[in-house]
């Protein structure tokens, strides 16, 4: 079985993709007119100390940022660590 793991201070997100390519009132979008998501899973991180990241987590991330790859059958996006804007993080309601 192969896997990746990113190096240095990499890391690697599976890009959520919608399952809706339409508008509200129906239109359908075609794939060169979807804007890139800013959210992803993180399925690896690179050699970061006290990352506050893991595997598993969603994150949101600058827009324009990172290398998109095709890995069998899977899109993936490495992500420099500095690029990552948020954590997603569950929390009691009030």
Same mark, same amino acid.
């Given at each position: 079985m #192969? *896997?990746?793991?990113p190096l240095n201070d990499n890391v690697l997100l599976?890009?959520?993709?919608? #399952? *809706?390519?339409k508008t509200v009132s129906g239109i359908i979008i075609p794939e060169?007119?979807?804007e890139k998501p800013e959210f992803a899973k993180v399925v690896a991180v690179g050699n970061i100390e006290n990352s506050g990241i893991a595997p598993g987590d969603f994150v949101y991330y600058k827009k324009f940022s990172g290398t998109e790859v095709d890995f069998?059958? #899977?899109k993936y996006l490495f992500m420099p660590y500095a690029d990552l804007?948020? #954590?997603v993080?569950?929390?009691e309601s009030i």
């Open positions: #192969k *896997e990746l793991q599976e890009l959520v993709e919608d #399952k *809706e390519p060169s007119a979807k069998e059958g #899977k804007l948020a #954590k993080m569950e929390t």
